[in-house]
């Protein structure tokens, strides 16, 4: 039983575009919420995160949303960049020092 | 600092056959662990340690041993390989289990066949 879940396999984007990944949760003890990104052959690399106290998260051209009702959280990222293109992971744990929870990862490509 | 290194990068097996997955990190770090990716999976937390001498279960430790003697190196033992566990399986190192989620850093991974 999932408790992540990333239901778009993959994503394509032109570049200068928003792109949108989305990433729902079962887990209602789930509180901590975060991002990876992973290009091929390497490991994955943390991107942003959210605690369930906010409802948004804002990194530079990474922002993360949080809607706790609806155990659902959003990477937005604005303006999309061909170097942007890599399999995107949402996790999430109960506290900051919880087990991680991956989802399937999603594949973004932003297209020139 | 070569931060975490994986050997090896790719080893088949057969089945039955035992192996031990190298993984060390030159940070000084007390966290580490293994995760294991399998196709169109997320990653999954198989073993970890917060010290020389502590290790703990993840969410899929059966077949697979670790220790950790020192500091700088923690293992996985395969003791007797299954098609199960054919897998990727990336190692990942953080200064300490508080915050580790934001902090760690991810080996480039082993990938492993087992026929």
């Known amino acids: 039983d999932q408790q992540v879940k990333q239901n778009s396999p993959s994503l394509s984007v032109q570049e200068g575009r928003i792109s949108i990944l989305n990433c729902d949760y079962t887990?209602?003890?789930?509180?901590?919420f975060l991002w990876y990104k992973k290009y091929p052959a390497e490991g994955p690399t943390f991107l942003i995160s959210?605690?369930?106290?906010?409802d948004k998260n804002e990194d530079g051209r990474f922002t993360v949303f949080l809607n706790k009702s609806a155990k659902h959280l959003s990477l937005h990222i604005v303006p999309s960049q061909p170097g942007d293109s890599a399999v995107y992971f949402c996790?999430?744990?109960?506290?900051?020092?919880?087990?991680?929870?991956f989802g399937k990862g999603t594949k973004l490509s932003v297209k020139p | 600092n070569a931060g975490v290194t994986q050997t090896p990068k790719f080893q088949v097996l057969k089945t039955g056959q035992s192996m031990t997955l190298q993984c060390a990190q030159d940070?000084?770090?007390?966290?580490m662990s293994w995760y294991r990716q399998d196709p169109g999976m997320g990653l999954r937390l198989i073993h970890y340690?917060?010290?020389?001498?502590?290790?703990d279960q993840g969410e899929v430790p059966n077949g697979y041993n670790v220790s950790r003697s020192t500091t700088e190196d923690f293992p996985l033992r395969l003791l007797s390989a299954a098609p199960s566990q054919t897998s990727v399986y990336f190692c990942?190192?953080?200064?300490?289990?508080?915050?580790?989620?934001?902090?760690?850093?991810f080996g480039p991974g082993t990938r492993l066949l087992v026929l």
């Open positions: 996790a999430a744990s109960g506290g900051s020092q919880g087990n991680l929870i």
């Open positions: 887990n209602s003890m789930f509180d901590y």
């Open positions: 990942a190192s953080s200064y300490s289990r508080i915050m580790y989620q934001e902090t760690q850093y």
């Open positions: 940070m000084n770090h007390e966290y």
């Open positions: 959210i605690s369930s106290i906010k």
């Open positions: 340690s917060v010290g020389a001498g502590i290790t």
